[in-house]
């Protein structure tokens, strides 16, 4: 512990204090008042303290003004936004969170439906040019998406037309390589490639600049994203790297809440006005359409240039000003590169003290144990992983339930990461609110519970 605390000492910017931190008694776990050691902001992110504060504004703006908030907010003169714009001041906070320009960004649905949306403009399967690439174990939202966008497009058998990357036998990332090596040898068939940024289950982040740039040097391949995993956990470059389109959630490392607004990214080179050219056709609303005519009524789309164009439907207020406490958090840490090279300090403590496990299984490491577990993220490189480290739980005498009973242990001890069944546990310190010190809790943790098996 006393290098963690050294560690907290040398490091100790972090905006801990603008979060509220589950206690042991909160959880109901015990009536101590310890913040409990909260390592699961890949799942659902912390609520910022100022988060209640923001939505009771627009719950006071609601029950006293009513339908007149949706232009004029009764708290205006403090910086909130009229109903009517209440996502416009999120672009400014969120266009660096993705390095997009800020007509490349939208707040809007959520992560599935902002998916299929993009995929009906931008999927558009010919005779010649079908397939999509994607990962095997990809998250299985996405994979229900491409399946019915197939569907809808007459393919019967859409199985046919995926092909689905996996990690080598033996392995448990994909490499790079390999992606690129399967465009190439498809790149007369492929319509789109569509990965995610970073791996939900095995943490993996891929080369999103390169795998782009490689898919596009066949022309009639567009990539798209899935940032679920990625969003304000890695610094993003969407509009440099030629990314066609992205979409994610916001309860993640976002921090907005449970179930809270998606986003989406339409590069600026498929919406640049044009008028010798329609606008892309789309899943339409009255929220995409020209601002200045929206309230004329007119049976007239004319979509807003921008991803703002592909809006459908007035936003939630609330889901939306609750990100935007988030957001204005991550601009008071200095930016996403910030919050990286902190997120970068604690993943690789975290790292190094797995590895010094003696339940740890190098993979050069001979002799059978009654239990151990690996790293499934790959940690070579800094590049090649975001916050998270999932971990793989065996045993080498075909012991059960490992897994389970580690993380029943880690639970009851105050330790809140997340299980995907049947043998993985996944860690992220979120460097918003996590320390060194909650990251040497959880690795103790971890120990003493394999030491009770
Ligand atoms: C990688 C990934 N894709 C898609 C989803 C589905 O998100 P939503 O329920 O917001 O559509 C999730 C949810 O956690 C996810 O992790």
Same mark, same amino acid.
């Given at each position: 512990?006393?290098?963690?605390?050294?560690l907290?000492?040398?490091?100790?910017?972090?905006?801990?204090?603008?979060?509220?931190?589950?206690?042991?008694?909160?959880?109901?776990?015990?009536?101590?008042?310890?913040?409990?050691?909260?390592?699961?902001?890949?799942?659902?992110?912390?609520?910022?303290?100022?988060?209640?504060?923001s939505?009771?504004?627009?719950?006071?703006?609601?029950?006293?003004?009513?339908?007149?908030?949706?232009?004029?907010?009764?708290?205006?003169?403090k910086?909130?936004?009229?109903?009517?714009?209440?996502?416009?001041?999120?672009?400014?906070?969120?266009?660096?969170?993705?390095?997009?320009?800020?007509?490349?960004?939208?707040?809007?649905?959520?992560?599935?439906?902002?998916?299929?949306?993009?995929?009906i403009?931008?999927?558009?399967?010919?005779?010649?040019?079908?397939?999509?690439?994607?990962?095997?174990?990809?998250?299985?939202s996405?994979?229900?998406?491409?399946?019915?966008?197939c569907?809808i497009?007459?393919?019967?058998e #859409?199985?046919?037309?995926f092909?689905?990357?996996?990690?080598?036998?033996?392995?448990?990332?994909?490499r790079t390589?390999?992606?690129?090596?399967?465009?190439?040898?498809?790149?007369?068939?492929?319509?789109?490639?569509?990965?995610?940024?970073?791996q939900?289950?095995?943490?993996?982040?891929?080369d999103?600049?390169?795998?782009?740039?490689?898919?596009?040097?066949?022309?009639?391949?567009?990539?798209?994203?899935?940032?679920?995993?990625?969003?304000?956990?890695?610094?993003?470059?969407?509009?440099?790297?030629?990314?066609?389109?992205?979409?994610?959630c916001?309860?993640?490392?976002?921090?907005?809440?449970?179930?809270?607004?998606?986003?989406?990214?339409?590069?600026?080179?498929?919406?640049?006005?044009?008028?010798?050219?329609?606008?892309?056709?789309?899943?339409a609303?009255?929220?995409?359409?020209?601002?200045?005519?929206?309230?004329?009524?007119?049976?007239?789309?004319?979509?807003?240039?921008g991803?703002l164009?592909?809006?459908?439907?007035?936003p939630?207020?609330?889901d939306?000003?609750?990100?935007?406490?988030?957001?204005?958090?991550?601009?008071?840490?200095?930016?996403?590169?910030?919050?990286?090279?902190?997120?970068?300090?604690?993943?690789?403590?975290?790292?190094?003290?797995?590895?010094?496990?003696?339940?740890?299984?190098?993979?050069?490491?001979?002799?059978k144990? #009654?239990?151990?577990?690996?790293?499934?993220?790959?940690?070579?490189?800094?590049?090649?992983?975001g916050?998270?480290?999932?971990?793989?739980?065996?045993?080498?005498?075909?012991?059960?339930?490992?897994?389970?009973?580690?993380?029943?242990?880690?639970?009851?001890?105050?330790?809140?990461?997340?299980?995907?069944?049947?043998?993985?546990?996944?860690?992220?310190?979120?460097?918003?609110?996590?320390?060194?010190?909650?990251?040497?809790?959880?690795?103790?943790?971890?120990?003493e519970?394999?030491?009770?098996?």
């Open positions: 512990m006393e290098k963690a605390l050294e907290d000492g040398e490091y100790p910017e972090s905006l801990r204090d603008e979060f509220n931190i589950p206690t042991f008694n909160s959880m109901g776990l015990s009536s101590d008042d310890k913040p409990v050691t909260y390592l699961c902001g890949n799942s659902l992110g912390l609520m910022p303290k100022s988060t209640r504060d939505i009771n504004a627009e719950l006071d703006a609601w029950s006293n003004c009513a339908v007149e908030s949706h232009f004029k907010h009764p708290e205006e003169a910086g909130k936004a009229p109903w009517v714009n209440i996502d416009l001041p999120i672009l400014p906070l969120l266009a660096p969170i993705v390095g997009a320009h800020e007509n490349e960004v939208a707040v809007m649905n959520s992560l599935t439906a902002n998916l299929n949306s993009l995929l403009t931008f999927y558009k399967p010919t005779e010649k040019r079908f397939k999509i690439l994607f990962e095997k174990g990809s998250f299985p996405d994979y229900y998406a491409f399946y019915n966008q569907k497009h007459g393919i019967s #859409p199985e046919n037309v092909i689905q990357i996996e990690p080598r036998a033996g392995e448990t990332y994909i390589q390999d992606i690129l090596d399967t465009i190439e040898v498809n790149q007369d068939e492929l319509a789109l490639v569509c990965l995610s940024g970073v939900y289950y095995t943490g993996q982040y891929f999103i600049g390169r795998i782009t740039s490689f898919a596009h040097q066949f022309p009639g391949i567009l990539v798209g994203w899935d940032l679920a995993h990625a969003v304000g956990n890695v610094p993003l470059q969407l509009h440099d790297w030629g990314v066609d389109f992205a979409c994610w916001s309860y993640k490392y976002l921090n907005a809440g449970p179930g809270g607004i998606g986003g989406l990214f339409v590069h600026s080179k498929h919406t640049k006005s044009d008028p010798t050219k329609e606008a892309l056709p789309r899943l609303g009255w929220w995409g359409n020209d601002a200045t005519k929206r309230f004329q009524m007119l049976e007239v789309f004319e979509p807003i240039p991803a164009g592909f809006r459908q439907s007035n939630s207020v609330i939306t000003v609750a990100l935007r406490s988030s957001l204005e958090l991550f601009a008071k840490f200095n930016g996403i590169g910030e919050v990286r090279k902190r997120s970068l300090l604690l993943t690789n403590y975290m790292k190094e003290l797995l590895e010094a496990s003696k339940y740890y299984k190098h993979p050069l490491r001979m002799g144990l #009654p239990c151990f577990f690996t790293i499934l993220t790959p940690t070579g490189t800094d590049e090649e992983h916050a998270q480290l999932s971990l793989y739980f065996d045993s080498d005498i075909g012991k059960e339930d490992i897994m389970p009973n580690v993380f029943q242990y880690l639970h009851d001890h105050g330790v809140i990461g997340d299980a995907r069944r049947p043998n993985v546990i996944r860690l992220a310190p979120a460097p918003l609110y996590n320390t060194f010190s909650d990251v040497y809790t959880a690795v103790n943790a971890l120990n519970a394999m030491d009770k098996l």
